[in-house]
């Protein structure tokens, strides 16, 4: 069973830094490229980064460009999300995501989720 954990997400100030993990198990991702999307309370989900399967192609939302920084450990069957100065605008549930493809495509399959909250 293909599983996606997200970790790694809490309640920081603005300015602050947090770094996302989501860990991957039940199949080897080292082939699959990964990404990350955001869900604000009252808000539809939306794309933030993804990371083709070898780290050498990587895409950002305009909102994102400049501070979030996507990298993935294959050995370690994980994709983390860097997050820098951090706004309260960034505030919202964080999803890992997997398109089974080598590039980035439509997400397959999904992880629960890890709550982030800026405050100003």
């Known amino acids: 069973q293909v599983q996606l954990v997200e970790s790694g997400g809490g309640l920081v100030q603005a300015g602050d830094s947090l770094r996302l993990s989501c860990a991957g198990s039940g199949r080897t991702f080292g082939w699959d490229a990964m990404g990350w999307f955001r869900q604000a309370p009252g808000k539809e989900r939306e794309f933030v980064a993804a990371?083709?399967?070898?780290?050498?192609?990587?895409q950002y939302a305009d909102s994102v460009k400049g501070r979030f920084t996507i990298s993935r450990d294959n050995a370690k069957n994980t994709v983390y999300l860097q997050m820098n100065s951090l706004k309260p605008e960034d505030t919202a549930v964080y999803y890992c995501?997997?398109?089974?493809?080598?590039?980035?495509?439509?997400?397959?399959?999904w992880g629960q989720g890890t709550q982030v909250t800026v405050s100003s």
């Open positions: 995501a997997t398109s089974r493809t080598l590039d980035w495509g439509p997400p397959r399959y």
């Open positions: 990371i083709n399967w070898n780290g050498g192609s990587t």
